[in-house]
């Protein structure tokens, strides 16, 4: 079945760069989403790639998707304290009416 | 404000007293979700609407209940919760298809003894 897998914790200092991987097993995937869930808070939409796209750029935020190894990742240039949260892989699966969520990695920032 | 809307926010319950958690959208969005969200797992989707009278079991629907009665509301009924229901829940809603931008409530996070 669809899945879609992140690794759980991710820790950086304050103004270096962060990359989260994410890898889903979905070939016919169309749409692949980066969410962002700071404490106590429901998911927000941090931004999306169609899957014909290589890579999409908005302000600190960088996506990279590698269709043919099912690889996607989120660059978070110049990591700030307010960045500090969880972050969700997820792709639109096959069937038109659902989005397959990963586990999501919690990015802390050290000093 | 463009919004969704849970409540609780928190329930603490016990075995087999029914219960429902309210969500509502103030966007006239069609289609509707519920997840919830559990340690290391993620957010598992157990019901979805695509429109009003709509709906459609996700993948964890198991012990629950949902309803569509109108556009703007989708509580998710519990009948008889169990401890392994204990969990943070979250609605969502977008304008038609999921592919479509998701607005998430603040979430409910039940406890169930």
């Known amino acids: 079945g669809e899945d879609v897998e992140q690794s759980l914790f991710l820790s950086v200092r304050e103004g270096d760069s962060s990359v989260i991987n994410c890898t889903y097993t979905d070939s016919s995937s169309t749409y692949l989403y980066w969410y962002k869930q700071e404490p106590g808070a429901g998911l927000q939409l941090l931004t999306y790639i169609f899957s014909n796209m290589d890579m999409k750029q908005d302000q600190r935020l960088t996506v990279l998707l590698n269709k043919k190894d099912k690889h996607l990742s989120l660059r978070i240039a110049d990591t700030q304290t307010g960045d500090s949260a969880i972050y969700f892989c997820?792709?639109?699966?096959?069937?038109?009416?659902?989005?397959?969520f990963g586990s999501g990695t919690r990015l802390s920032i050290r000093p | 404000e463009a919004q969704v809307t849970q409540n609780p926010r928190y329930l603490i319950t016990v075995t087999g007293k029914k219960l429902t958690v309210t969500c509502s959208q103030n966007?006239?969005?069609?289609?509707m979700s519920w997840y919830r969200q559990d340690p290391g797992l993620g957010l598992r989707q157990i019901y979805y609407s695509m429109n009003v009278e709509v709906t459609d079991k996700g993948d964890v629907p198991e012990g629950y209940k949902v309803s569509r009665k109108e556009k703007r509301n989708f509580p998710l009924i519990l009948e008889s919760p169990s401890p392994n229901q204990t969990s943070l829940y979250f609605c969502?809603?977008?304008?038609?298809?999921?592919?479509?931008?998701?607005?998430f409530g603040p979430g409910t996070r039940l406890l169930v003894l």
């Open positions: 997820a792709e639109r699966g096959s069937s038109a009416s659902k989005i397959i």
């Open positions: 969502a809603s977008s304008r038609r298809t999921v592919q479509e931008t998701q607005y």
């Open positions: 966007m006239n969005h069609e289609y």
